[in-house]
């Protein structure tokens, strides 16, 4: 965004006030070519049957961790480019629920989640595909003594892209960013509050 010595700071511009690029640079990025997405609901079941576990009562939490995933591009067509990307992505959730029998004991159960999916897209076997995803757990119920199924919520994203060199308009380099604000420590509260009083108030003092 402009400020008031005409120097250009990250951030939005104002409607109508876009200042005039300053160069054109060459910068090298990962160009995105074509992309698509897809919801999906899938639900997940934890089979307690290790005699470890205890039956569960109620569920306390429930998240996902670790997303990975690999890609493969295919040509199947040159005129347009067009290529098959299979993907396969895994993740992992994690469930901690209370126990029957003792109400302040706890158990966590885990479960790797792998999907596959094939989707065509613009582009050429000299490309990579990249996968993005928002997973969340949307809620677990107990069916019974040994089994728990939650729904998981997936939101994937998958795009061919190549590794190119881009010329664009630019306002020079980027700016030293502010210094950072860091927590004050007891000292440091302690050496900036106002001296504390040596005496009690004066009575008149203690109406003002």
Not at 78 to 104: F, I, S
Not at 142 to 155: A, L, R, T, V
Not at 182 to 189: A, K
Request: proline share 11%.
């Amino acid at each position: 965004m402009p400020t008031n010595d005409n120097q250009v700071l990250p951030g939005p511009f104002v409607p109508g006030e876009v200042p005039d690029p300053i160069e054109a640079v060459c910068i090298q990025v990962d160009k995105i070519y074509d992309a698509c997405s897809q919801k999906r609901c899938p639900t997940v079941q934890f089979d307690l049957i290790d005699d470890a576990l205890c039956p569960p009562k109620s569920i306390i939490s429930c998240s996902t961790r670790d997303f990975e995933f690999d890609c493969d591009l295919t040509q199947i067509q040159d005129d347009p480019p067009l290529v098959r990307a299979h993907v396969t992505y895994w993740y992992w959730v994690d469930v901690e629920y209370q126990c029957v029998a003792n109400g302040n004991a706890t158990e966590t159960v885990s479960e790797r989640v792998e999907h596959e999916k094939t989707v065509v897209l613009f582009g050429t076997d000299e490309m990579f595909c990249k996968v993005e995803a928002v997973i969340e757990c949307l809620g677990c119920d107990i069916i019974n003594d040994h089994k728990i199924q939650c729904e998981i919520g997936e939101y994937v994203v998958i795009k061919s892209a190549l590794h190119v060199q881009l010329l664009v308009p630019a306002y020079g380099f980027c700016p030293p960013p502010p210094e950072c604000e860091e927590l004050p420590t007891r000292c440091e509260e302690f050496f900036e509050a106002p001296p504390p009083r040596l005496f009690p108030p004066q009575p008149w003092e203690l109406n003002s």
